[in-house]
């Protein structure tokens, strides 16, 4: 069987499997933090419902679990497909959320607490005077 053949199943394969996970967030890059204004920022993002973030290979990225309006929940396809933007037609077997397995994050933050705890390793004296003792006890990952 030629390696192109091979490709088209793989494809089809997955497309048959697919419930759409890439459908479902986006990630965007922000910069990386350099003082506490910077992470008090990225704070305030986390103090939001279904955003998270996190850092991979040295890059931060905002990640908001967010779906897409024209995933259809009956069979997962794509409503708009023929008129998809760019971002979802360059989607592939080979990057696609179904087949790559857990990520392997270098930092994550669920919420606004865990930053506070990491700002209170960053910047101990500031984040004692600002959050007290207690909240810098929080669990981050």
Known sequence: MSKKR????LTMGLRKRCKGLCCRYFALPIEAPEDWDDYDDIRWYLAHKNVDVFVEDGHRYLHVKNKCR???E???KCQIYDKRPRICRECSPEN???TDGQYDYDLYFEDDR???????VKFP???ARKFGRSRSKAKCF
């Open 96 to 98: 696609c959320d179904f």
């Open 74 to 76: 009956k069979d997962y």
């Open 70 to 72: 024209h995933l259809s």
């Open 125 to 127: 004296q500031k984040a």
């Open 6 to 9: 091979k490709e088209k199943q």
């Open 114 to 120: 865990q930053m506070e705890a990491y700002m209170g």
